[in-house]
């Protein structure tokens, strides 16, 4: 059950052992890569050595008129409700997005905005259909550029297959309107459908990274593109494809419209910390080995590393996290996260820096090339681009962080099951409770 957060935890929030950047996907708390259960290719199928060549491109006309999906809408929340927060991604000191929903009940997510620091939030959910059955509900995965633009994808949880028609939606105009873009093209052979982000580039063309099954060390995986504005959506890479159907996609990023990265885990199967490289858009993908540190060499131990945390800062640098798990001699054992760094190119990728981590990190935000933050239980600071990193404080909760300049920052706070939204104004030193309303 999700709920407010009890006074015990609040004060420990206060008192207690005391990124998303601009344009950035907010998404819910990520579980462990599934259990694989699906063959190399569909039943019946064999994959295809190499990647096809993407159908044609639609005629662009720019953010079309788009029919909305039929059925009951979500219902809007009551002004002067409380609302729990559960993604929140801030502007500047007082606009910002978030998702969220009421805190008596297990209900679908909305899209709510915020004039005040998040103090208030007007509900800006797009139509999205009510779930028709009534153990279901749906999470919200959104990518906010800016006061304006806006896009959104809806999943049904709690639903068995087959999965339905999936469709983006996306505004203009600060959620006061939104359009749906034609369903996405699946295939449909889809076990579930778990979006892993958003990336976009500028308001025409941005891609959507979607989970569909797992199996045999793959992940299988849709890459969707737009180059409309999100009226629709092109698939160009999936599980027939070479590109990142081996081993755990965890987070994507482009840097213009060839150039993008695929952070990876590696689950333990294969040597090394990797991420994969695309040069033409998406279409085709390399792997892409980090330099092991001296004073390990994960070539040769075994070891489960992941790279994650993925952050362009420039047209040439990039920091991205990478932990790892030794394990002991007989592999049933290992000392959880046994080192954690953060690694730093200045050239995109060709050659890198690394820092080690007392303790492990879960996200980056960076508000230039130079100052920035990585996030986890304890969480540090940049001011040299990555290079070097100091601790700024220790808590006892998990978060999902948001920062509009050095001073000003905010919180999804998580204990458990138990959820609260709290504020910095003093570049996370101290940290206070909001206890948000609807407007």
């Not at 190399?40 to 190499?50: N, Y």
Request: glycine share 10%.
């Amino acid at each position: 059950m999700r709920r407010i957060m009890p006074l015990l935890i609040i004060l420990t929030i206060l008192l207690g052992s005391c990124n998303l950047p601009r344009g950035g996907t907010l998404a819910p708390p990520r579980p462990d890569p599934p259990t694989p259960n699906m063959a190399s290719a569909p039943e019946g199928e064999t994959a295809p050595t190499k990647t096809p060549t993407p159908e044609p491109s639609p005629s662009h006309t720019p953010y079309p008129s788009a029919e909305i999906p039929s059925g009951q809408k979500l219902a809007a929340l009551t002004s002067g409700d409380s609302v729990i927060i559960t993604a929140i991604q801030m502007l500047d000191e007082l606009s910002g997005w978030g998702i969220g929903h009421h805190p008596l009940a297990e209900g679908s997510d909305h899209i709510l905005f915020t004039n005040d620091g998040g103090q208030t939030w007007e509900d800006r959910t797009p139509p999205e259909p009510a779930p028709t059955d009534a153990l279901e509900t749906k999470t919200a995965w959104g990518y906010f550029a800016d006061e304006r633009m806006a896009w959104v994808i809806y999943t049904p949880e709690g639903g068995p297959p087959p999965i339905g028609d999936q469709y983006v939606w996306y505004t203009r105009d600060g959620g006061a309107s939104w359009d749906a873009s034609s369903a996405l093209p699946l295939l449909g052979l889809e076990a579930y459908f778990a979006p892993e982000g958003f990336a976009f580039i500028n308001e025409e063309q941005g891609w959507l990274l979607v989970h569909v099954d797992a199996g045999m060390s793959h992940d299988y995986s849709y890459l969707f593109v737009t180059t409309n504005g999100g009226a629709s959506w092109q698939r160009i890479t999936d599980p027939y494809s070479d590109g990142l159907q081996s081993l755990h996609n965890s987070g994507l990023a482009f840097l213009d419209s060839e150039f993008g990265w695929v952070t990876k885990d590696n689950l333990g199967v294969m040597a090394g910390a990797f991420f994969e490289g695309t040069t033409d858009g998406g279409i085709t993908w390399e792997d892409v080995f980090l330099p092991a540190p001296p004073e390990h060499d994960w070539f040769t131990e075994y070891s489960r590393c992941i790279t994650s945390g993925l952050v362009f800062t420039s047209e040439q640098s990039a920091s991205m996290i990478v932990k790892c798990r030794i394990y002991g001699e007989d592999a049933s054992t290992y000392d959880l996260w046994s080192f954690s760094y953060i690694y730093t190119t200045q050239d995109l990728g060709e050659t890198w820096q690394h820092t080690l981590l007392p303790s492990p990190v879960e996200s980056l935000i960076f508000l230039d090339e130079q100052e920035g933050w990585a996030f986890g239980r304890d969480y540090y600071k940049t001011t040299d681009g990555g290079l070097s990193w100091v601790v700024v404080k220790t808590v006892n909760w998990d978060g999902q962080f948001s920062f509009v300049d050095s001073l000003n920052g905010w919180a999804v706070a998580r204990n458990l099951d138990e959820i609260a939204l709290v504020k910095t104004v003093d570049g996370g030193q101290t940290w206070q409770i909001i206890e948000p309303l609807m407007e």
